[in-house]
């Protein structure tokens, strides 16, 4: 699907080319509208489309100073300027800037169509290219890192392909034991950039990067096991112990074919079925039926592999909650049993605290313009201070204060569609006392003065 964002501040306008979209372009998804050019910034930024109809007479600023702006933060979007007048000097700026579709308005039905079929075209094209260049780069880096001799751009290739990466780690495995599906599911299993090969003779390689220090092997430890567990009984996985600097993949890589060699063969397929029914009746809070499914899977699965298994998933599913499993594994029935009430009731906490969270959110969005201090929220929850903070992060991957924050400059940009509305009112409406403190508040979030974005409304 190839996505389109359209700026143009007449309503009817923008109505009416959604609807020859939907009519005649059935690849073409309109994902937004603005209204200005500041709008048309901020959305190309934040959804980076694959198309943008752009208006050249918008309020704010106009349509080819959004183009500027937008090709500086979100390169690589294809333009079309829309415009009611038909001027030399219009069509030489935009030429400069690199667009190449040109409409008039009112523009006639068949004429846009095919424009818009042209750029569709021109997308695809790009696509291509870039997916032949990606593939060409990832087989020249394979081949340079796991032959050991780095090519003589060796570091230049690595910046390109994985910018700003630090630190690898590498993981092997014979090909014919990989999924088709093993790229999709690695993004499941790892938050890391990774590139993957497939080579002739056998083998499915990857190698794992991200930025700052390197980690421990803990986390690398648990994505081997996960790979170890979950893709079927024949697969032989092999991953390198540690992490290593850029210019050492190639140890790294020889180091997971060590792995491999040592790898033993995965649980049978049926066990890992009653390992899976267990850890997802504790995941959703069914823990009779987790008690029930351990209970017929301990008497037809003894081995001690099949309970390291599941031992595994149980910790792995404490880890998914934030916590950590302090226990070794069970060796009696009866340790086992208490252990499943254990995850049951870790699991039950872990819910009541993302409720207590929803508490304070709704709190917040009710309340923006009151004084709103951590202390007092932490009360409201009746949670230490401390605690509160770093829970309050946890589960909304931001601060209390940002998060206030977001919701009072939403309800600003609200009421600054409101052109009349003086400034000091709307600062005064969303808790804040100084209208100069809030202007900079709003320009730090936004990335323009209140007074320039109510301006750019209609």
């Given at each position: 699907?190839?996505?389109?964002?359209?700026?143009?501040?007449?309503?009817?306008?923008?109505?009416?080319?959604?609807?020859?979209i939907?009519?005649?372009?059935?690849?073409?998804?309109?994902?937004?509208?603005?209204e200005?050019?500041?709008?048309?910034?901020?959305?190309a930024?934040?959804?980076?489309?694959d198309?943008?109809l752009?208006?050249?007479?918008?309020?704010?600023?106009n349509?080819l100073?959004?183009?500027?702006?937008?090709?500086?933060?979100?390169?690589?979007?294809h333009?079309?300027?829309?415009?009611?007048?038909?001027s030399?000097?219009?069509?030489?700026?935009?030429?400069?800037?690199?667009?190449?579709?040109?409409?008039?308005k009112?523009?006639k039905?068949?004429?846009?169509?095919?424009?818009?079929?042209?750029v569709?075209?021109?997308?695809?094209?790009?696509r291509?290219?870039?997916?032949?260049?990606s593939?060409?780069?990832?087989?020249?880096l394979?081949?340079?890192v796991?032959?050991g001799?780095?090519?003589?751009?060796?570091?230049?290739?690595l910046?390109?392909?994985?910018?700003?990466?630090?630190?690898?780690?590498a993981?092997?495995?014979?090909?014919?034991?990989?999924?088709?599906?093993?790229?999709?599911?690695?993004?499941q299993?790892?938050?890391?950039?990774f590139?993957?090969?497939?080579?002739?003779?056998?083998?499915f390689?990857?190698?794992?990067?991200?930025?700052?220090?390197?980690?421990?092997?803990?986390?690398?430890?648990r994505l081997?096991?996960?790979?170890?567990?979950e893709?079927?009984?024949?697969a032989?996985?092999?991953?390198?112990?540690?992490?290593y600097?850029?210019?050492?993949?190639?140890?790294?890589?020889?180091e997971?074919?060590?792995?491999?060699?040592?790898n033993?063969?995965?649980?049978?397929?049926?066990?890992?079925?009653w390992?899976?029914?267990?850890?997802?009746?504790?995941?959703?809070?069914?823990?009779?039926s987790?008690v029930?499914?351990?209970?017929?899977?301990w008497?037809?699965h003894?081995?001690?592999?099949?309970?390291?298994?599941?031992?595994?998933?149980?910790?792995?599913?404490?880890?998914?909650?934030?916590?950590?499993?302090?226990?070794?594994?069970?060796?009696d029935?009866?340790?086992?049993?208490?252990?499943l009430?254990?995850?049951?009731?870790?699991?039950g906490?872990?819910?009541?605290?993302h409720?207590q969270?929803?508490?304070?959110?709704?709190?917040?969005?009710?309340?923006?313009?009151k004084?709103?201090?951590?202390?007092?929220?932490?009360?409201?929850?009746?949670?230490?201070?401390?605690?509160?903070?770093?829970?309050?992060?946890e589960?909304?991957?931001?601060?209390?204060?940002?998060?206030?924050?977001?919701?009072?400059?939403?309800?600003?940009?609200r009421?600054?569609?409101?052109r009349?509305?003086?400034?000091?009112?709307?600062?005064?409406?969303?808790?804040y006392?100084?209208?100069?403190?809030?202007?900079?508040?709003?320009?730090?979030?936004?990335?323009?003065?209140?007074?320039?974005?109510?301006?750019?409304?209609?």
């Amino acid at each position: 699907m190839i996505r389109l964002l359209m700026a143009e501040d007449e309503w009817l306008e923008r109505k009416a080319m959604k609807k020859l979209i939907a009519a005649h372009l059935p690849e073409i998804e309109v994902i937004g509208e603005a209204e200005n050019g500041l709008e048309a910034v901020e959305q190309a930024t934040r959804s980076r489309p694959d198309i943008m109809l752009m208006d050249i007479k918008m309020p704010g600023c106009n349509g080819l100073e959004a183009i500027q702006h937008i090709q500086q933060k979100a390169p690589g979007i294809h333009f079309i300027m829309v415009t009611a007048y038909d001027s030399f000097d219009y069509a030489r700026e935009a030429l400069k800037l690199g667009v190449k579709e040109y409409l008039l308005k009112p523009g006639k039905k068949d004429e846009t169509i095919q424009t818009l079929e042209r750029v569709q075209t021109a997308v695809l094209r790009s696509r291509q290219e870039q997916k032949q260049y990606s593939h060409r780069l990832q087989k020249l880096l394979f081949q340079s890192v796991c032959h050991g001799e780095p090519h003589e751009n060796y570091a230049e290739l690595l910046a390109e392909a994985v910018p700003r990466a630090s630190y690898g780690f590498a993981a092997v495995m014979r090909e014919e034991e990989a999924p088709e599906d093993i790229e999709e599911r690695l993004a499941q299993w790892t938050s890391d950039v990774f590139l993957t090969d497939r080579q002739p003779n056998g083998w499915f390689r990857a190698f794992f990067f991200h930025t700052g220090k390197s980690r421990g092997s803990e986390e690398i430890e648990r994505l081997r096991r996960r790979m170890y567990f979950e893709l079927g009984e024949k697969a032989a996985v092999g991953v390198s112990h540690k992490e290593y600097e850029m210019k050492l993949l190639f140890q790294a890589y020889v180091e997971a074919l060590s792995g491999l060699e040592k790898n033993q063969a995965a649980m049978p397929e049926q066990s890992s079925q009653w390992v899976s029914s267990i850890v997802n009746a504790l995941r959703t809070g069914e823990e009779k039926s987790a008690v029930y499914y351990w209970s017929e899977w301990w008497h037809t699965h003894p081995q001690k592999s099949s309970r390291r298994h599941l031992w595994l998933q149980l910790e792995e599913l404490v880890k998914e909650m934030n916590g950590t499993l302090e226990e070794d594994m069970p060796s009696d029935a009866a340790e086992w049993k208490r252990l499943l009430h254990l995850v049951g009731a870790y699991r039950g906490l872990h819910f009541q605290e993302h409720h207590q969270i929803e508490k304070v959110k709704a709190y917040v969005k009710e309340h923006y313009a009151k004084s709103l201090q951590l202390e007092d929220m932490a009360g409201y929850v009746q949670w230490s201070p401390a605690y509160f903070s770093h829970q309050f992060k946890e589960v909304t991957g931001v601060s209390f204060v940002d998060y206030v924050t977001r919701i009072r400059m939403q309800e600003a940009k609200r009421m600054l569609q409101d052109r009349e509305r003086p400034l000091k009112e709307i600062s005064i409406s969303i808790g804040y006392k100084d209208p100069n403190y809030f202007s900079r508040v709003f320009k730090k979030q936004v990335g323009c003065s209140p007074k320039q974005y109510q301006q750019g409304r209609k």
